[in-house]
């Protein structure tokens, strides 16, 4: 089973990371690309890297007869699928072994079994490892569907049977619910993995989301290496995972790690895995899956155990034998992780595209991601775009830690969810150690988005101020005259006026009082500054003329607001539904002439894995939909237009 090439199946921060290690071992790389990633991070730090199609992941990423092609044709002898993708897919390492390739994960029955929730949950009873009360039926009529949610009782969980990450998943509070449930669960698992089966499962009320890291290699051994919170999480994506959990003592980790490594023999499972459990309130746990790969959180149990999870892989796929017994894993500390999505937080979590403008990672925390300054993010893949952890000596260094290198940590150019991050890492719910899954719907059901305060205000003006006259004429320090800079932010304006003073500049802000700022030194995207007496830094980039502001604990975007950005506001609040971002359009629910709600669902745009919600937003008529299901949408494509109702003047 020895191998020296090892083809990385995948794209991003984990590509990356699995470079590093296998570099570090003595191993040569392979990447492969989409069209789109042709200068992503993963190609340029390979040894050898082969395109594989376009953009789209059904003809890149997905396609298996390209990743074989490109493994012959670089004389890679192994294959590391990563996590996503291809990497709980059996078929894909079947396919490896049949080509003589060293598949690094476990075996194709392996993956298939656990792959599929409802035949998991059935092997997992059968070991006695406990399980949540449900449905896991071949039958998936849905009629019996439907049956099997009344018999199970409300709050119900629907789930798609495979996959992963929140997708085909939802939350049914009443029947009535049911059976839309069913049929959008169905139609986004389909789209995302293939297949629409579903299973039905009683909700587990506010539980922690408590996973166990398990290893196994081909030499009978098996261990776990200790447990990782996974609560705070939205849409059933994680976002902030920890190790060990606040909520989980050493005789609780025993019995776990005792359920998850029953539960790794029972399916002869070899290679690294992860098995996810809901642990209640009273300490009862139910097993809930098992991921057959590498975990996205795998570092905070590097952190706290010392070890490399990826070198681990790399050595049991070589045939080598656990270098560790269970006793002699030892634990030190306290790690956290966030994920940085391309995301915006305070519009429903929307994935966003575009381009990163600065991107400067914290040199105080360890920072695994695949990106680069001037990198496109584009609509066709997951918009996790790195992950910031941090180790302390407990759980506060570590939370205290993981804030300063998340304020360190500079990303702009589109929107993201730094500052949701750190609102969450500052909560007292967080801090506490006492949050579950239900953390974010409890503290954060709606965040709003931060109102830079004056002095930041003050500081924007300032910059857009000298880079418009740069634009404009040349840069011109004495003039004595007061510019007026329009700001916008959000969907706010603010009318500031700027003249440069003696010891920097005078700025006053309508309606509030006047502020003297001083820059002390600015190049580079970065600058120091005084304001109010107190010295501080920033992080800026400009973009087509928009200004990027990062002051650490917040970030905001700015722009001058002329005549035809206000001309281009006051038409797009005229019913006009635009897409938010490229993708294709899965469900059209309306047709011109058609009346309808404030709220109801027009169009279903599905882009970076997920599917989006198009709704009216206001009572009216249908005008137009311009599109219909399969198309292929651009930003800023016309959706929909919707005529506001008329109100009866009687009335």
Known sequence: MAFTRVLIANRGEIACRIMATAH?????????????????????????????????????????????????????????????????????????????????????????????????????????????????????????????????????????????????????????????????????????????????????????????????????????????????????????????????????????GGAAVAAAQAIDYVGAGTVEFLLGADGAFYFLEMNTRLQVEHPVTEMITGLDLVAWQLDVAAGEPLPLTQDEVRFDGHAIEVRLYAEDPYADFLPQTGTVVAWRPSPDVRVDTGIDQGQEISPFYDPMVAKVIAHGRNREEARRRLLRGLEGTTLLGLPNNRGFLLDILRHEGFADGSATTAFIPDHFPNPQRPRPDVATRALAAVLLYRHSAQARDGWRSASPFAVAIDLRFGEEECLCRVMPAANGYRVVLAEEEAVELELLAIGDGRLRYRCGGVVQGADYAFDCGDLHLDLGASSHHFLEFTPELAAAKERDSDGRLAAPMAGRIVAVRAQAGETVSKGQVLVILEAMKMEHEIKAPADGVIEAIPVAEGDQVEPRQMLAVVAAAEVDAAE
Not at 77 to 106: K, M, R, S, W
Not at 135 to 155: N, R, T
Not at 207 to 214: A, D, F, G, L
Request: with cysteine; proline share 5%; net charge negative.
């Open 24 to 256: 570090a071992m003595g191993y040569d790389t392979v990447a492969v690309y989409s069209e789109a990633d042709a200068n992503a991070p993963h190609v340029g730090m390979a040894d050898q890297a082969v395109c594989i199609g376009p953009a789209p992941v059904a003809e890149s990423y997905l396609n298996v007869a390209a990743i074989l092609d490109a493994a012959a044709r670089t004389g890679a002898d192994a294959v590391h699928p990563g996590y996503g993708f291809l990497a709980e897919n059996a078929a894909f390492a079947q396919a490896c072994g049949d080509a003589g390739l060293t598949f690094i994960g476990p075996s194709p029955q392996a993956i298939e079994l656990m792959g599929n929730k409802r035949l998991a949950k059935l092997r997992m009873a059968d070991a006695e490892v406990p399980c949540v009360p449900g449905y896991s039926g071949a039958a998936q009529d849905d009629e019996v569907l439907l049956a099997a949610g009344e018999s199970i009782g409300f709050p119900v969980m629907v789930k798609a049977a495979s996959g992963g990450g929140g997708r085909g998943m939802r939350l049914v509070e009443a029947a009535e619910d049911l059976a839309a449930a069913i049929s959008s669960a169905r139609s986004e698992a389909e789209n995302a993995f293939g297949s629409g089966e579903l299973i039905l499962e009683k909700a587990v009320v506010e539980p922690r989301h408590v996973e166990i890291q398990v290893f196994a290699d081909a030499h009978g051994n098996c261990l776990h290496l200790g447990e990782r919170d996974c609560s705070i999480q939205r849409r059933h994506q994680k976002v902030v995972e920890e190790a060990p959990s606040p909520a989980v003592d050493a005789a609780l980790r025993a019995k776990m």
